[in-house]
């Protein structure tokens, strides 16, 4: 199958071009339980071998200004800052939101800003910055928190940002959060993560935010963050700081070279394709698996979503205990080729942090079993048909194996 035709800077009489395309467009037979099923992977052909080895040899293209150009068009606005990766998003983000520039509604040491309890790159930026998160639990369905909930937690004053995640690619409720954010004068940042392509109440995922932060991983060439803001100056700010000694570190990653920038821009002409793909791929596993919800809970998108899927959230109906543990499934799908990792639910459970470092509304009950009783599976572009069928037969053999014990004692 072949991508973005137009647009990709190739140089068509060339001998070396043609053998690169030929080679790049070779399809990789899959073979179940040899070939391995990543959980994030992109779609790769001849585009972006091209893009690449004409990078390499000094091709005039602008690919940064092709990339972005894509960026504005397909979101149809903001402004636009790419760094070495999602983590350095975060940081340079938090850091830009510290300067004086932004008056009161800057961040500073003591400062809070709502988030939720699987957040890790936000809250870890917030410490190095010395601002206090403030985590909110999650609905079990969604894994987003209720807008009810983050109003709540907002304490005038002292609350400066709502910044939301959207896990697996699930949208946030944007519109219902920009009208908390309006109406306490603070800002509404989110954390897209890989759902580059989802939509929110009929809008781009991202939109409704002052700030939005979008992965871009590549198994080839690693990760590339990606911020895009309403705002000139934070964008002015964020260009700044990746222009000084203090933040080239944080610009020079594998996100900012011109590789990886040649190979985002291929990947910008096969959006539509990727977003039809996750979409597909995710209703064939809930279709699939759904025979086994007795046991296992998905995740589901609210009613005003329309997420591009970067994975296939499943948790464990407790107690399960007794007959089999997520360890246990998880194990059992590496060894078939499967991959899987596990979901983070609430990122205090595993790493070390001072009391004084964040604060929590109410208990963290639906954060912490998440981050006992769930992982992911791919539902990527690169999967079809065939990988998705063999991922279900390998739930039936795991199910066949202890559906004696199964049967012995029913669901929560």
Same mark, same amino acid.
């Given at each position: 199958?072949?991508?973005?035709?137009?647009?990709?800077?190739?140089?068509?009489?060339?001998?070396?071009?043609?053998?690169?395309?030929?080679?790049?467009?070779?399809?990789?037979?899959?073979?179940?339980?040899?070939?391995?099923?990543?959980?994030?992977?992109?779609?790769?052909?001849?585009?972006?071998?091209?893009?690449?080895?004409?990078?390499?040899?000094?091709?005039?293209?602008?690919?940064?200004?092709?990339?972005?150009?894509?960026?504005?068009?397909?979101?149809?606005?903001?402004?636009?800052?790419?760094?070495?990766?999602?983590?350095?998003?975060?940081?340079?983000?938090?850091?830009?939101?510290?300067?004086?520039?932004?008056?009161?509604?800057?961040?500073?040491?003591?400062?809070?800003?709502?988030?939720?309890?699987?957040?890790?790159?936000?809250?870890?930026?917030?410490?190095?910055?010395?601002?206090?998160?403030?985590?909110?639990?999650?609905?079990?369905?969604?894994?987003?928190?209720?807008?009810?909930?983050?109003?709540?937690?907002?304490?005038?004053?002292?609350?400066?940002?709502?910044?939301?995640?959207?896990?697996?690619?699930?949208?946030?409720?944007?519109?219902?959060?920009?009208?908390?954010?309006?109406?306490?004068?603070?800002?509404?940042?989110?954390?897209?993560?890989?759902?580059?392509?989802?939509?929110?109440?009929? +809008?781009?995922?991202?939109?409704?935010?002052?700030?939005?932060?979008?992965?871009?991983?590549?198994?080839?060439?690693?990760?590339?963050?990606?911020?895009?803001?309403?705002?000139?100056?934070?964008?002015?700010?964020?260009?700044?700081?990746?222009?000084?000694?203090?933040?080239?570190?944080?610009?020079?990653?594998?996100?900012?070279?011109?590789?990886?920038?040649?190979?985002?821009?291929?990947?910008?002409?096969?959006?539509?394709?990727?977003?039809?793909?996750?979409?597909?791929?995710?209703?064939?596993?809930?279709?699939?698996?759904?025979?086994?919800?007795?046991?296992?809970?998905?995740?589901?998108?609210?009613?005003?979503?329309?997420?591009?899927?970067?994975?296939?959230?499943?948790?464990?109906?407790?107690?399960?205990?007794?007959?089999?543990?997520?360890?246990?499934?998880?194990?059992?799908?590496?060894?078939?080729?499967?991959?899987?990792?596990?979901? +983070?639910?609430?990122?205090?459970?595993?790493?070390?942090?001072?009391?004084?470092?964040?604060?929590?509304?109410?208990?963290?009950?639906?954060?912490?079993?998440?981050?006992?009783?769930?992982?992911?599976?791919?539902?990527?572009?690169?999967?079809?048909?065939?990988?998705?069928?063999?991922?279900?037969?390998?739930?039936?053999?795991?199910?066949?194996?202890?559906?004696?014990?199964?049967?012995?004692?029913?669901?929560?």
């Amino acid at each position: 199958m072949r991508f973005g035709q137009s647009g990709t800077g190739r140089k068509v009489n060339s001998d070396l071009t043609n053998l690169i395309l030929e080679y790049g467009d070779k399809v990789i037979p899959f073979i179940p339980g040899e070939t391995f099923i990543s959980i994030d992977d992109s779609v790769s052909n001849g585009d972006e071998s091209v893009n690449l080895i004409n990078s390499i040899l000094g091709e005039d293209k602008n690919h940064l200004q092709s990339f972005t150009t894509k960026m504005f068009s397909y979101l149809g606005g903001g402004h636009v800052n790419i760094v070495g990766s999602s983590t350095s998003a975060h940081i340079l983000t938090m850091k830009a939101l510290c300067h004086d520039a932004f008056g009161g509604r800057g961040l500073k040491v003591g400062d809070e800003i709502i988030t939720t309890a699987n957040n890790v790159g936000v809250i870890n930026a917030a410490r190095m910055c010395g601002i206090i998160p403030v985590v909110v639990d999650v609905d079990l369905n969604t894994l987003l928190p209720s807008p009810v909930d983050i109003e709540a937690a907002i304490e005038e004053g002292k609350t400066k940002a709502i910044v939301l995640t959207s896990p697996n690619g699930n949208p946030t409720n944007g519109e219902t959060i920009r009208g908390i954010a309006d109406e306490f004068s603070i800002m509404y940042i989110e954390d897209v993560g890989c759902g580059f392509g989802g939509r929110s109440h009929t +809008v781009p995922i991202g939109d409704f935010a002052d700030i939005a932060i979008y992965s871009f991983s590549s198994n080839l060439l690693g990760d590339a963050g990606v911020i895009v803001s309403k705002s000139i100056l934070f964008h002015k700010l964020v260009q700044r700081m990746m222009d000084t000694d203090a933040g080239s570190h944080l610009a020079l990653g594998l996100g900012s070279n011109k590789m990886m920038l040649a190979y985002l821009d291929a990947q910008m002409d096969k959006i539509d394709y990727y977003i039809s793909m996750r979409k597909l791929n995710w209703e064939r596993l809930h279709t699939g698996l759904s025979k086994y919800d007795k046991w296992l809970r998905f995740q589901t998108g609210s009613e005003f979503a329309q997420p591009s899927w970067s994975g296939f959230l499943i948790t464990l109906k407790a107690p399960h205990d007794y007959v089999f543990s997520r360890t246990q499934l998880m194990e059992f799908l590496t060894d078939r080729k499967i991959g899987c990792r596990r979901m +983070v639910g609430n990122v205090f459970q595993s790493s070390p942090y001072n009391a004084n470092e964040y604060r929590t509304v109410g208990e963290l009950m639906t954060s912490d079993y998440i981050h006992k009783n769930s992982f992911v599976v791919g539902c990527n572009a690169t999967m079809h048909e065939e990988h998705i069928m063999y991922i279900i037969s390998a739930f039936d053999e795991f199910f066949e194996k202890i559906g004696q014990k199964l049967n012995e004692k029913p669901q929560d």
